[in-house]
């Protein structure tokens, strides 16, 4: 087992068997702060554990995830980032990032992190800065920032995810507070970079003493503040919220009525759901989620279907989402043109690189590393792949595990019918 995977499997282990053994015994600020897993049982004023990791039906792949201390970027606007990301995916990688609610660490959006890593996309999470004072407009800066990071691994040439991405794909997931915060980054995103925006158990306050003279604390939903607000919106909230928080008018329903009817927008209210009801551990709402993420970010059109069917759990269910006429599914509607071998990069290397190919059709695929005299040094892939767009990594390295030398390599494909090959350079 590598040591990604190590430490992915420990940490997982630490979390779910911690917390199923203390929520009983964690008071009220801990219990909230555990509740993905754990909730205040008000009749009883103790905490019980609601379910954990174990009540998550993954995706198909393996994950595993990356940190500060293995290179990546340390940004301005938050501490801590995580990267998790899924092993042997096929395409390239979409991105997403993840904000924790009110006083929550990144590591509280751990579930919902490993779940998307799970289903083909990479998933960040950080700390905020100052996790109680900073405002929905700080943290929309921070996750925009953290953006920015996950970027920076498509070329960071000792990234495992380098040359993996598509940089040009990004949502934003957000809990509670970041839930509001998600939807400042989408008004502040200058490069019009985001394609979807998923709020959980939201709130949206804006801090105006005018607008808002009727609030003790100067706070309410603007409704003119989100006039500009036009990507995608899924929120996911709880019928009963206003039993756990006091922000009555800036919750789920508010946020829905309020934004524009051009943006599309779909609220998927939990019947009898409190704050916290908008978890991983229930299947409805990880379907409703990874569907309105596959659409958006992986262009799949089969889920149209699935994102317009009510759950059996709800007291509302809106949304002015269609399903286009003559949109096709996702094998028809994503076509290649033609069997493409691209150049590798980097070029030169050392010690790794990234070969990308795409495939029209499905294909029996095969692709070898020679050397300049022709030998044969390492076979990569030999298997049947579905069409799309496809890369795999060579770390210099022969069939015998053995570093090779300095120097000109070839690589080949052949899919079906097609053949190619094209020339590479190996420094030292």
Same mark, same amino acid.
């Given at each position: 087992m590598s040591p990604f995977l190590i430490k992915i499997f420990i940490s997982t282990i630490f979390l779910i068997s911690k917390v199923f053994a203390d929520c009983s015994d964690l008071d009220y600020s801990d219990c909230i702060y555990w509740s993905s897993d754990c909730e205040w049982n008000e009749d009883t004023e103790t905490c019980q554990y609601i379910g954990g990791g174990d009540d998550i039906e993954y995706g198909p792949y393996e994950f595993t995830s990356i940190s500060e201390s293995d290179g990546m970027r340390?940004?301005?606007f938050y501490l801590n980032a995580q990267l998790y990301f899924p092993l042997n995916y096929p395409g390239m990688l979409k991105s997403i990032v993840l904000g924790a609610g009110h006083g929550d660490s990144g590591e509280s959006m751990y579930y919902w992190a490993s779940l998307l890593a799970s289903h083909g996309f990479i998933a960040a999470t950080i700390d905020y800065n100052d996790p109680i004072n900073e405002s929905h407009y700080q943290r929309g800066l921070a996750l925009l920032d953290l953006i920015e990071t996950v970027k920076r691994e498509n070329s960071r040439i000792s990234s495992p995810i380098f040359g993996l991405m598509d940089t040009s794909k990004f949502a934003l997931v957000g809990s509670s507070m970041s839930g509001g915060a998600i939807i400042e980054a989408a008004m502040s995103d200058s490069l019009e970079i985001l394609d979807a925006l998923i709020s959980l158990n939201p709130t949206v306050i804006f801090e105006d003493c005018d607008l808002c003279a009727g609030s003790e604390y100067c706070i309410c939903l603007v409704p003119e503040f989100l006039e500009e607000q036009d990507v995608p919106i899924m929120i996911i909230s709880g019928e009963n919220e206003t039993d756990d928080i006091v922000y009555e008018g800036m919750l789920g329903i508010d946020i829905y009525l309020n934004h524009p009817d051009m943006t599309t927008k779909l609220l998927y209210e939990i019947i009898d759901g409190g704050?916290?009801?908008?978890?991983?551990?229930?299947?409805?709402?990880?379907?409703?989620?990874?569907?309105?993420?596959?659409?958006?970010?992986?262009?799949?059109?089969?889920?149209? !279907?699935?994102?317009?069917?009510?759950? =059996?759990?709800?007291?509302?269910?809106?949304?002015?989402?269609?399903?286009?006429?003559?949109?096709l599914g996702y094998e028809e509607n994503f076509m290649l043109p033609d069997y493409t071998l691209h150049q590798n990069y980097p070029n030169p290397f050392n010690p790794i690189t990234t070969l990308?190919?795409?495939?029209?059709?499905?294909?029996?695929?095969?692709?070898?590393?020679?050397?300049?005299? =022709?030998?044969?040094?390492? !076979?990569?892939?030999?298997?049947?792949?579905?069409?799309?767009?496809?890369?795999?990594?060579? !770390?210099a390295t022969s069939n015998q595990g053995k570093s090779v030398s300095a120097g000109v390599y070839l690589y080949k494909i052949q899919a079906n019918d097609f053949v190619d090959l094209k020339k590479m350079i190996l420094l030292k």
């Amino acid at each position: 087992m590598s040591p990604f995977l190590i430490k992915i499997f420990i940490s997982t282990i630490f979390l779910i068997s911690k917390v199923f053994a203390d929520c009983s015994d964690l008071d009220y600020s801990d219990c909230i702060y555990w509740s993905s897993d754990c909730e205040w049982n008000e009749d009883t004023e103790t905490c019980q554990y609601i379910g954990g990791g174990d009540d998550i039906e993954y995706g198909p792949y393996e994950f595993t995830s990356i940190s500060e201390s293995d290179g990546m970027r340390d940004g301005p606007f938050y501490l801590n980032a995580q990267l998790y990301f899924p092993l042997n995916y096929p395409g390239m990688l979409k991105s997403i990032v993840l904000g924790a609610g009110h006083g929550d660490s990144g590591e509280s959006m751990y579930y919902w992190a490993s779940l998307l890593a799970s289903h083909g996309f990479i998933a960040a999470t950080i700390d905020y800065n100052d996790p109680i004072n900073e405002s929905h407009y700080q943290r929309g800066l921070a996750l925009l920032d953290l953006i920015e990071t996950v970027k920076r691994e498509n070329s960071r040439i000792s990234s495992p995810i380098f040359g993996l991405m598509d940089t040009s794909k990004f949502a934003l997931v957000g809990s509670s507070m970041s839930g509001g915060a998600i939807i400042e980054a989408a008004m502040s995103d200058s490069l019009e970079i985001l394609d979807a925006l998923i709020s959980l158990n939201p709130t949206v306050i804006f801090e105006d003493c005018d607008l808002c003279a009727g609030s003790e604390y100067c706070i309410c939903l603007v409704p003119e503040f989100l006039e500009e607000q036009d990507v995608p919106i899924m929120i996911i909230s709880g019928e009963n919220e206003t039993d756990d928080i006091v922000y009555e008018g800036m919750l789920g329903i508010d946020i829905y009525l309020n934004h524009p009817d051009m943006t599309t927008k779909l609220l998927y209210e939990i019947i009898d759901g409190g704050h916290s009801s908008a978890i991983p551990q229930v299947e409805p709402v990880r379907e409703k989620v990874i569907s309105w993420l596959n659409y958006y970010l992986n262009n799949d059109t089969t889920e149209c !279907n699935q994102l317009l069917q009510e759950p =059996g759990n709800i007291s509302q269910f809106l949304t002015n989402f269609e399903c286009a006429d003559g949109q096709l599914g996702y094998e028809e509607n994503f076509m290649l043109p033609d069997y493409t071998l691209h150049q590798n990069y980097p070029n030169p290397f050392n010690p790794i690189t990234t070969l990308r190919y795409d495939l029209p059709e499905d294909s029996f695929v095969n692709v070898v590393i020679y050397d300049i005299f =022709g030998n044969l040094i390492k !076979n990569l892939v030999n298997d049947r792949q579905s069409f799309g767009y496809k890369s795999v990594q060579w !770390n210099a390295t022969s069939n015998q595990g053995k570093s090779v030398s300095a120097g000109v390599y070839l690589y080949k494909i052949q899919a079906n019918d097609f053949v190619d090959l094209k020339k590479m350079i190996l420094l030292k």
